[in-house]
Protein backbone atom coordinates (compact mmCIF):
# COMPACT_ATOMS: atom_id res chain seq x y z
CA UNK A 1 0.00 0.00 0.00
CA UNK A 2 0.82 3.61 -0.50
CA UNK A 3 0.85 5.74 3.09
CA UNK A 4 1.13 9.02 3.32
CA UNK A 5 1.92 10.53 6.96
CA UNK A 6 1.09 14.31 7.09
CA UNK A 7 3.53 15.77 9.67
CA UNK A 8 2.43 19.63 9.57
CA UNK A 9 -0.16 20.03 12.58
CA UNK A 10 3.01 18.78 14.50
CA UNK A 11 7.05 18.01 14.31
CA UNK A 12 8.71 15.22 13.01
CA UNK A 13 12.14 14.44 14.45
CA UNK A 14 14.78 12.19 13.20
CA UNK A 15 16.16 9.86 15.35
CA UNK A 16 13.32 9.82 17.98
CA UNK A 17 10.62 7.08 18.84
CA UNK A 18 7.39 9.62 19.10
CA UNK A 19 4.39 7.72 17.86
CA UNK A 20 5.12 9.70 14.73
CA UNK A 21 8.29 7.72 13.96
CA UNK A 22 6.97 4.45 15.20
CA UNK A 23 4.63 4.20 12.88
CA UNK A 24 6.16 5.31 9.39
CA UNK A 25 8.79 2.80 10.93
CA UNK A 26 6.37 0.00 11.33
CA UNK A 27 4.61 0.89 8.16
CA UNK A 28 8.15 0.97 6.43
CA UNK A 29 9.19 -2.27 8.05
CA UNK A 30 5.67 -4.09 6.88
CA UNK A 31 6.79 -3.37 3.30
CA UNK A 32 4.77 -0.79 2.53
CA UNK A 33 5.51 2.62 0.11
CA UNK A 34 5.28 5.16 2.67
CA UNK A 35 6.36 8.76 2.85
CA UNK A 36 5.94 12.07 5.15
CA UNK A 37 4.77 15.02 4.36
CA UNK A 38 6.70 17.03 7.56
CA UNK A 39 6.82 21.07 8.37
CA UNK A 40 10.96 22.77 9.13
CA UNK A 41 9.70 22.72 12.50
CA UNK A 42 12.43 20.36 14.37
CA UNK A 43 14.33 19.81 17.57
CA UNK A 44 18.08 20.40 17.70
CA UNK A 45 20.36 19.73 20.90
CA UNK A 46 17.36 19.47 23.02
CA UNK A 47 15.51 22.71 21.44
CA UNK A 48 13.03 23.95 19.16
CA UNK A 49 14.62 24.82 15.70
CA UNK A 50 13.50 25.46 12.11
CA UNK A 51 15.39 24.04 9.47
CA UNK A 52 15.79 24.22 5.55
CA UNK A 53 12.68 22.95 3.23
CA UNK A 54 14.25 19.72 2.01
CA UNK A 55 13.43 16.19 0.59
CA UNK A 56 15.59 12.83 2.20
CA UNK A 57 15.67 9.66 3.01
CA UNK A 58 14.30 9.96 6.74
CA UNK A 59 15.63 7.88 9.50
CA UNK A 60 12.96 5.88 9.63
CA UNK A 61 13.18 4.10 6.44
CA UNK A 62 10.43 6.79 4.93
CA UNK A 63 11.41 9.84 2.65
CA UNK A 64 10.78 12.86 3.90
CA UNK A 65 9.32 15.84 1.84
CA UNK A 66 9.61 19.64 4.59
CA UNK A 67 7.90 22.23 3.02
CA UNK A 68 8.52 25.75 3.85
CA UNK A 69 5.67 27.65 5.63
CA UNK A 70 3.36 30.20 3.62
CA UNK A 71 4.85 33.73 3.74
CA UNK A 72 1.98 36.22 3.55
CA UNK A 73 2.33 36.26 7.35
CA UNK A 74 5.10 37.04 9.53
CA UNK A 75 6.94 33.52 10.35
CA UNK A 76 6.40 33.41 13.78
CA UNK A 77 2.57 33.23 13.53
CA UNK A 78 2.51 31.09 10.42
CA UNK A 79 3.96 28.34 12.57
CA UNK A 80 0.73 28.47 14.82
CA UNK A 81 -1.33 28.83 11.59
CA UNK A 82 0.26 25.95 10.26
CA UNK A 83 -0.34 26.92 6.35
CA UNK A 84 2.00 25.00 3.68
CA UNK A 85 2.98 25.77 0.48
CA UNK A 86 2.42 22.60 -2.05
CA UNK A 87 0.64 20.19 0.28
CA UNK A 88 -2.15 19.65 -2.38
CA UNK A 89 0.10 19.06 -4.99
CA UNK A 90 2.86 16.74 -3.06
CA UNK A 91 0.06 14.45 -2.20
CA UNK A 92 -1.40 14.14 -5.47
CA UNK A 93 1.41 13.17 -6.89
CA UNK A 94 2.10 10.12 -4.47
CA UNK A 95 -0.97 9.13 -4.93
CA UNK A 96 -2.22 6.94 -1.67
CA UNK A 97 -4.02 4.41 -0.12
CA UNK A 98 -3.86 5.68 3.08
CA UNK A 99 -3.39 9.41 4.59
CA UNK A 100 -2.59 9.90 8.49
CA UNK A 101 -2.73 13.67 9.21
CA UNK A 102 -1.15 13.44 12.88
CA UNK A 103 -2.66 16.68 14.99
CA UNK A 104 -5.65 17.85 14.68
CA UNK A 105 -5.43 21.68 14.26
CA UNK A 106 -4.35 23.57 11.37
CA UNK A 107 -4.96 25.40 8.19
CA UNK A 108 -3.42 22.07 6.10
CA UNK A 109 -6.45 19.55 7.83
CA UNK A 110 -8.45 21.53 4.84
CA UNK A 111 -6.38 20.11 2.06
CA UNK A 112 -6.13 16.96 3.26
CA UNK A 113 -10.03 16.73 3.53
CA UNK A 114 -10.32 18.36 0.04
CA UNK A 115 -8.10 15.86 -1.47
CA UNK A 116 -10.27 13.19 0.21
CA UNK A 117 -13.51 14.20 -1.09
CA UNK A 118 -11.72 14.25 -4.67
CA UNK A 119 -10.04 10.75 -4.20
CA UNK A 120 -13.29 9.10 -1.96
CA UNK A 121 -11.18 5.77 -1.63
CA UNK A 122 -8.51 7.35 -0.01
CA UNK A 123 -8.70 6.24 3.84
CA UNK A 124 -8.07 9.27 6.11
CA UNK A 125 -7.58 9.06 9.78
CA UNK A 126 -6.42 12.18 11.91
CA UNK A 127 -5.58 12.01 15.14
CA UNK A 128 -5.50 14.39 17.91
CA UNK A 129 -2.98 14.83 20.30
CA UNK A 130 -4.57 17.97 22.20
CA UNK A 131 -6.17 18.31 25.50
CA UNK A 132 -6.67 20.88 28.65
CA UNK A 133 -2.37 20.00 29.96
CA UNK A 134 -0.94 20.87 26.55
CA UNK A 135 -3.06 23.11 24.45
CA UNK A 136 -5.43 26.89 25.06
CA UNK A 137 -3.45 27.45 28.29
CA UNK A 138 -3.51 30.95 27.31
CA UNK A 139 -5.85 33.56 27.05
CA UNK A 140 -4.10 34.45 23.12
CA UNK A 141 -4.13 30.33 22.71
CA UNK A 142 -7.60 29.89 23.62
CA UNK A 143 -8.66 32.55 21.04
CA UNK A 144 -6.42 30.72 18.32
CA UNK A 145 -8.08 27.04 19.40
CA UNK A 146 -11.52 29.07 19.09
CA UNK A 147 -11.38 31.67 16.32
CA UNK A 148 -8.94 29.49 14.17
CA UNK A 149 -8.67 25.76 14.86
CA UNK A 150 -12.67 25.08 15.64
CA UNK A 151 -13.71 26.91 12.30
CA UNK A 152 -11.38 24.57 10.39
CA UNK A 153 -12.33 21.24 12.41
CA UNK A 154 -16.41 22.10 12.19
CA UNK A 155 -16.12 22.73 8.22
CA UNK A 156 -14.46 19.28 7.83
CA UNK A 157 -15.90 17.01 10.39
CA UNK A 158 -18.41 15.53 7.91
CA UNK A 159 -15.28 14.41 5.89
CA UNK A 160 -13.57 12.91 8.87
CA UNK A 161 -15.39 9.55 9.90
CA UNK A 162 -13.23 8.88 13.28
CA UNK A 163 -10.77 11.30 15.34
CA UNK A 164 -8.59 9.05 17.02
CA UNK A 165 -7.12 10.75 20.26
CA UNK A 166 -3.99 9.42 22.22
CA UNK A 167 -5.84 10.05 25.88
CA UNK A 168 -9.09 9.88 27.55
CA UNK A 169 -8.62 13.78 28.34
CA UNK A 170 -8.09 14.08 24.15
CA UNK A 171 -11.39 13.06 23.88
CA UNK A 172 -13.15 15.44 26.90
CA UNK A 173 -10.89 18.01 24.94
CA UNK A 174 -12.02 17.99 21.78
CA UNK A 175 -15.43 17.16 22.45
CA UNK A 176 -15.18 20.04 24.57
CA UNK A 177 -13.56 22.60 22.91
CA UNK A 178 -14.28 21.68 18.93
CA UNK A 179 -18.20 20.22 19.45
CA UNK A 180 -16.74 16.96 17.49
CA UNK A 181 -19.17 14.58 19.09
CA UNK A 182 -17.82 11.87 21.21
CA UNK A 183 -19.36 9.31 18.80
CA UNK A 184 -16.47 10.30 16.13
CA UNK A 185 -13.60 10.20 18.77
CA UNK A 186 -11.96 7.13 19.29
CA UNK A 187 -9.12 6.22 22.26
CA UNK A 188 -6.07 5.78 19.97
CA UNK A 189 -3.09 5.11 22.79
CA UNK A 190 0.04 6.35 22.22
CA UNK A 191 2.36 3.28 21.82
CA UNK A 192 5.62 1.76 22.96
CA UNK A 193 8.11 -0.85 21.85
CA UNK A 194 7.34 -4.37 23.54
CA UNK A 195 11.04 -5.23 24.13
CA UNK A 196 11.11 -9.02 24.19
CA UNK A 197 13.12 -11.60 26.91
CA UNK A 198 16.48 -11.05 24.87
CA UNK A 199 16.56 -7.51 24.16
CA UNK A 200 15.24 -6.68 27.58
CA UNK A 201 17.67 -8.37 29.60
CA UNK A 202 20.51 -7.25 27.17
CA UNK A 203 19.87 -3.86 27.98
CA UNK A 204 18.93 -4.43 31.93
CA UNK A 205 22.26 -5.95 32.64
CA UNK A 206 23.75 -3.72 30.73
CA UNK A 207 23.10 -0.67 32.41
CA UNK A 208 22.87 -1.85 35.74
CA UNK A 209 26.50 -3.29 35.65
CA UNK A 210 27.67 0.37 34.55
CA UNK A 211 25.81 2.03 37.19
CA UNK A 212 26.92 -0.60 39.92
CA UNK A 213 23.44 -1.84 40.70
CA UNK A 214 22.79 -4.61 42.33
CA UNK A 215 19.75 -7.07 41.65
CA UNK A 216 18.12 -6.71 44.73
CA UNK A 217 18.00 -2.43 44.58
CA UNK A 218 15.28 -1.06 43.49
CA UNK A 219 15.77 1.30 40.71
CA UNK A 220 13.53 4.33 39.80
CA UNK A 221 13.48 6.91 36.54
CA UNK A 222 12.12 10.19 36.09
CA UNK A 223 12.82 11.57 32.39
CA UNK A 224 12.54 14.38 30.47
CA UNK A 225 12.71 18.23 30.30
CA UNK A 226 12.13 19.12 34.25
CA UNK A 227 10.24 22.08 34.45
CA UNK A 228 7.98 23.35 37.85
CA UNK A 229 5.11 20.99 36.58
CA UNK A 230 7.05 18.06 35.81
CA UNK A 231 7.46 18.31 39.79
CA UNK A 232 11.12 16.39 39.77
CA UNK A 233 11.94 19.16 43.00
CA UNK A 234 8.98 16.84 44.80
CA UNK A 235 9.99 13.73 43.67
CA UNK A 236 13.60 14.46 44.93
CA UNK A 237 12.45 16.09 48.59
CA UNK A 238 10.40 12.60 49.22
CA UNK A 239 12.99 10.52 47.70
CA UNK A 240 15.50 12.39 50.09
CA UNK A 241 13.41 11.31 53.35
CA UNK A 242 13.27 7.64 52.37
CA UNK A 243 16.59 6.50 54.15
CA UNK A 244 16.76 3.13 52.31
CA UNK A 245 20.11 2.32 49.92
CA UNK A 246 17.70 -0.29 48.50
CA UNK A 247 16.65 2.27 46.64
CA UNK A 248 18.38 3.81 43.88
CA UNK A 249 17.19 7.62 41.16
CA UNK A 250 17.88 8.28 37.84
CA UNK A 251 16.74 11.13 36.21
CA UNK A 252 17.31 11.13 32.86
CA UNK A 253 16.33 14.76 31.02
CA UNK A 254 17.65 18.52 31.29
CA UNK A 255 16.56 20.82 34.33
CA UNK A 256 15.37 24.15 33.73
CA UNK A 257 16.29 27.47 35.23
CA UNK A 258 13.44 27.81 37.49
CA UNK A 259 14.40 24.18 39.26
CA UNK A 260 18.01 23.05 38.62
CA UNK A 261 19.43 25.21 41.67
CA UNK A 262 17.32 23.54 44.10
CA UNK A 263 16.76 19.81 42.26
CA UNK A 264 21.22 19.95 42.21
CA UNK A 265 21.41 20.77 45.79
CA UNK A 266 19.17 17.37 46.60
CA UNK A 267 21.18 15.70 44.05
CA UNK A 268 24.64 16.58 45.26
CA UNK A 269 24.04 15.57 48.42
CA UNK A 270 22.69 11.93 48.25
CA UNK A 271 25.03 9.61 46.50
CA UNK A 272 22.10 7.83 45.67
CA UNK A 273 20.89 9.78 42.73
CA UNK A 274 22.24 9.83 39.37
CA UNK A 275 21.56 12.67 37.21
CA UNK A 276 22.43 11.38 33.91
CA UNK A 277 21.64 14.45 31.45
CA UNK A 278 19.34 14.67 28.07
CA UNK A 279 19.64 11.21 26.57
CA UNK A 280 19.16 10.15 23.10
CA UNK A 281 16.36 7.88 22.09
CA UNK A 282 18.32 4.59 22.20
CA UNK A 283 20.03 5.43 25.48
CA UNK A 284 16.57 6.27 27.18
CA UNK A 285 15.79 2.90 26.19
CA UNK A 286 18.16 1.23 27.83
CA UNK A 287 17.67 2.95 30.66
CA UNK A 288 14.13 2.29 31.13
CA UNK A 289 15.04 -2.05 30.46
CA UNK A 290 17.05 -1.10 33.75
CA UNK A 291 14.63 0.65 35.45
CA UNK A 292 11.83 -0.88 38.32
CA UNK A 293 9.82 1.65 38.51
CA UNK A 294 9.31 5.12 36.43
CA UNK A 295 7.95 7.74 38.60
CA UNK A 296 5.94 10.63 36.75
CA UNK A 297 4.19 12.77 39.43
CA UNK A 298 3.58 15.81 37.50
CA UNK A 299 2.43 16.54 33.33
CA UNK A 300 2.11 13.78 30.99
CA UNK A 301 4.99 12.45 28.77
CA UNK A 302 5.14 9.39 26.11
CA UNK A 303 7.86 7.74 27.78
CA UNK A 304 5.24 6.89 30.31
CA UNK A 305 3.86 4.60 27.56
CA UNK A 306 7.38 3.53 26.48
CA UNK A 307 8.06 2.21 30.37
CA UNK A 308 5.39 0.07 30.37
CA UNK A 309 6.95 -2.11 27.21
CA UNK A 310 10.41 -2.32 29.17
CA UNK A 311 8.06 -3.73 32.44
CA UNK A 312 8.20 -0.47 34.81
CA UNK A 313 6.15 -0.56 37.43
CA UNK A 314 4.79 3.15 36.95
CA UNK A 315 3.96 5.97 40.22
CA UNK A 316 1.89 8.29 38.00
CA UNK A 317 -0.16 11.62 39.11
CA UNK A 318 -4.15 10.91 39.59
CA UNK A 319 -5.47 12.14 36.33
CA UNK A 320 -7.86 10.64 33.99
CA UNK A 321 -5.19 9.20 31.08
CA UNK A 322 -3.40 7.76 33.18
CA UNK A 323 -6.81 4.87 34.33
CA UNK A 324 -5.92 2.62 31.22
CA UNK A 325 -2.20 2.51 32.29
CA UNK A 326 -2.86 1.24 36.13
CA UNK A 327 -4.12 -2.11 36.83
CA UNK A 328 -1.83 -3.44 39.45
CA UNK A 329 1.19 -2.27 38.27
CA UNK A 330 1.58 0.90 40.27
CA UNK A 331 0.21 3.81 42.25
CA UNK A 332 -1.32 7.07 41.48
CA UNK A 333 -0.07 10.33 43.17
CA UNK A 334 -3.27 11.59 45.13
CA UNK A 335 -4.56 13.11 48.50
CA UNK A 336 -5.25 9.96 49.93
CA UNK A 337 -1.78 8.37 48.83
CA UNK A 338 0.79 10.76 48.77
CA UNK A 339 5.21 10.20 47.12
CA UNK A 340 6.54 9.68 50.04
CA UNK A 341 3.87 7.17 51.61
CA UNK A 342 4.50 5.49 47.84
CA UNK A 343 8.00 5.54 48.27
CA UNK A 344 7.92 3.47 51.20
CA UNK A 345 5.62 0.73 49.61
CA UNK A 346 8.01 0.39 46.83
CA UNK A 347 10.99 -0.11 49.46
CA UNK A 348 9.31 -2.56 51.65
CA UNK A 349 8.14 -4.69 47.98
CA UNK A 350 10.16 -7.81 48.09
CA UNK A 351 11.07 -9.01 44.52
CA UNK A 352 8.05 -11.22 43.40
CA UNK A 353 6.12 -8.56 44.32
CA UNK A 354 8.08 -6.04 41.89
CA UNK A 355 8.49 -8.62 38.98
CA UNK A 356 4.42 -9.41 39.24
CA UNK A 357 3.85 -5.49 39.46
CA UNK A 358 6.70 -4.96 36.13
CA UNK A 359 4.80 -8.17 34.15
CA UNK A 360 1.55 -6.59 34.93
CA UNK A 361 3.25 -3.70 33.35
CA UNK A 362 4.87 -5.52 30.16
CA UNK A 363 1.11 -7.36 29.87
CA UNK A 364 -0.87 -3.77 29.02
CA UNK A 365 1.78 -2.86 27.09
CA UNK A 366 1.65 -5.75 24.89
CA UNK A 367 -2.28 -5.34 24.87
CA UNK A 368 -2.70 -1.56 24.38
CA UNK A 369 0.59 -0.03 23.42
CA UNK A 370 1.82 -2.34 20.98
CA UNK A 371 2.63 -0.24 17.30
CA UNK A 372 2.80 -3.15 15.54
CA UNK A 373 -0.68 -3.73 16.16
CA UNK A 374 -1.63 0.22 16.13
CA UNK A 375 0.04 0.71 12.75
CA UNK A 376 -1.87 -2.11 11.06
CA UNK A 377 -5.00 -0.43 12.99
CA UNK A 378 -4.51 2.46 10.24
CA UNK A 379 -4.42 -0.40 7.14
CA UNK A 380 -8.48 -1.44 8.10
Not at 92 to 98: L, Q, R, T, W
Request: charged share 25%; hydrophobic share 40%; net charge neutral.
Amino acid sequence: MRIMHVCLSCFYIDGFNYQENMLVREHVQAGHEVKVLASTENYIGGKLAYVKPAKYLGSDGAEVIRLPYRRFLPHKLMTKLRMHSGVYEEIAKFSPDVLMFHGLCGWELRTVCRYKKANPNVRLWVDSHEDHNNSASSFIAKLLHKLFYKPIINSVEKSLDLVLCVSLDTIEFVNEMYGVPKGKLIFYPLGAKVYDDEIYLSNREEIRERYSIRSNEILIIQTGKQTLRKKLLSSLEAFSRIKSDKLKFFIAGTLSEEVEKDCLRLINNDSRIYFLGWQAASDLERLLCASDVYLQPGTQSATMQASLGARCAVILDDVLSHQPYIKDNGWLINQESNLENILKQVEQLNANELHAMQNQSFSIAKELLNYKNLALFLLK
